[in-house]
């Protein structure tokens, strides 16, 4: 009888309160493009790297049957910086869209199946070379969806803070908060990290 396998088990909110805090981007290292030569410049950077945390985020919907409109912003966060994609200036979209399809640039992040949908349902494009770190961590023997939270808890044995207040702000604002723009880098930056713990392929 083959012996009974033991499921690892992320650590809860509460275990990782007196955890050190994860060491994230600072607002210096984060960069919100607004021309198309800015983009082009950011987009060239992703390309080079060849693989990147990624995220997007969403304005919150409240009411029953209200349909999102997001995202709003799509992010891209590399070893030393990170990149916010504003979606309501026209200019980015080219320079999304290219990133998005390619599959020269490994796009690595938590829980993207809703990003997937809102994706196509925004821009008409199938995000390619994708890799959803949860899917990993299933894999691995953890139950659910791990997110980034639990990941650098399990792995890097930090905490990772979460305000929900900033969570369900207005992400379709023209211009972000200093808490949106740290909350939207680092969710795609700490994926990047978890990403290069694994020491998984490109």
């Known amino acids: 009888m083959a012996p009974h396998r033991i ?3 992320a650590p809860t909110k509460a275990e990782t309160a007196h955890l050190p805090t994860f060491a994230g981007l600072s607002l210096e290292q984060i960069f919100v493009p607004a021309t198309a030569a800015e983009f082009a410049a950011a987009a060239a950077e992703i390309f080079a790297a060849g693989v990147a945390g990624f995220d997007t985020e969403s304005k919150p919907t409240f009411r029953v049957g209200e349909k999102s409109e997001g995202p709003h912003i799509v992010q891209f966060a590399l070893p030393t910086k990170a ?3 504003q979606l309501h200036r026209p200019e980015s979209r080219p320079f999304v869209i290219d990133l998005l399809q390619s599959e020269r640039v490994k796009k690595v992040g938590f829980g993207l199946k809703s990003d ?3 994706i196509q349902a ?3 494009v199938k995000p390619r070379n994708v890799l959803d770190l949860d899917q ?5 023997g953890y139950r659910g969806q791990i997110g980034v939270r639990g990941a650098i808890g399990a792995l890097l044995h930090q905490r990772f803070p979460k305000s929900k207040t900033v969570t369900t702000s207005n992400w379709s604002l023209p211009h972000l908060t200093p808490g949106q723009l ?3 880098a680092n969710d795609a930056f700490a994926a990047l990290a978890i990403h290069q713990a694994l020491d998984l392929p490109a």
């Open 7 to 9: 499921r690892p088990i």
């Open 83 to 85: 990149f916010i994609f």
């Open 116 to 118: 997937h949908t809102q």
């Open 122 to 124: 925004r821009l008409g």
């Open 136 to 140: 990993v961590f299933r894999k691995a």
């Open 182 to 184: 740290l909350y939207a």
